[in-house]
């Protein structure tokens, strides 16, 4: 194994990340470019655990759902993180990776359920193990799930991939002087009201101690140079 910082990350892919220039659904040269970094890493014994989002398919708090109930809304949600969940299997075996599909709702045709010795059996068997369905409940999200999962499965560290290599003082797009924060702590980003992920989920990272990184997952090599310590993204600590 190359000398790596972490041995076990939790990967959390929003479901837009699958989405490529398209407005909607998998872009399947995006989710391909996406599949090589993980091998990557993985090739190089890191055992990789994945929360999928669903936001490219349905989010339960979206505009449509509006008139809609929104435990119904969140359950819909959850299958669309289930459907991204088989393209990234799908993905992974074409690219030649081993990869296990475990979902917080019951749909046993599709997928077993999850299962948390078995999950860490997988990823000690070197298989990378994506979680569907988010938390298995209405009213949260999958950055959610990404924190309890992490935790769950005593990963070192929770990769969140965006579409921006980082945590700016500002919003690079609408400023041009904006910087990359290198590391910031739990507190600063309270303080600061820097927006890392939901309330919830980055309470449950703080409490259980699970640091973060912030990276950009459609910048070639980033997802490596993360596990190898190197200067990428934003890492969020306590
Ligand atoms: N969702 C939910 N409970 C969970 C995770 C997700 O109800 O534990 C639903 C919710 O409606 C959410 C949708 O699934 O809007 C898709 O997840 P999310 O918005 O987190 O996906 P992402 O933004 O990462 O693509």
């Known amino acids: ?3 790596v910082k972490y041995k ?3 990967l959390k892919l929003s479901g837009e990340s699958l989405m490529g220039e398209d407005a909607f659904g998998i872009n399947r040269k995006t989710i391909m470019k996406i599949v090589a970094q993980v091998k990557e890493i993985a090739d190089m014994g890191v055992q990789v655990g994945i929360v999928v989002g669903g936001g490219n398919i349905f989010r339960g ?5 509006g008139s809609m109930d929104r435990a119904t809304a969140d359950y819909m949600g959850m299958m669309a993180t289930v459907m991204n969940a088989l393209a990234l299997k799908d993905a992974f075996e074409s690219a030649g990776a081993k990869a296990r599909v475990q979902t917080a709702l019951q749909m046993q045709q599709v997928a077993e359920m999850y299962a948390r010795p078995k999950a860490i059996q997988y990823m000690e ?3 990378i193990v994506i979680f569907a369905g988010g938390t298995g409940n209405p009213f949260f999200t999958t950055d959610t799930a990404a924190a309890l999962r992490g935790a769950e499965m005593c990963c070192e560290v929770m990769l969140k991939a965006t579409n921006v290599d980082g945590v700016y003082t ?13 590391s910031v702590t739990f507190d600063e980003a ?7 992920m939901d309330t919830t989920a980055f309470t449950l990272c703080q409490e259980r101690h699970l640091n973060i990184v912030v990276f950009s997952i459609h910048k ?3 997802l490596k140079d993360v ?3 190197k200067d990428e993204g934003t890492l969020v600590h306590n």
């Open 1 to 3: 194994m190359e000398n």
């Open 170 to 182: 500002a919003d690079p797009k609408k400023d041009p002087s904006a910087t990359r924060y290198q």
């Open 227 to 229: 596990v190898l310590g």
């Open 8 to 10: 076990r990350v939790l």
């Open 220 to 222: 070639e090599g980033a």
């Open 190 to 196: 309270i303080q600061k009201k820097l927006k890392v």
């Open 125 to 127: 068997e070197g298989k």
């Open 61 to 65: 708090v979206s505009s449509q759902a």
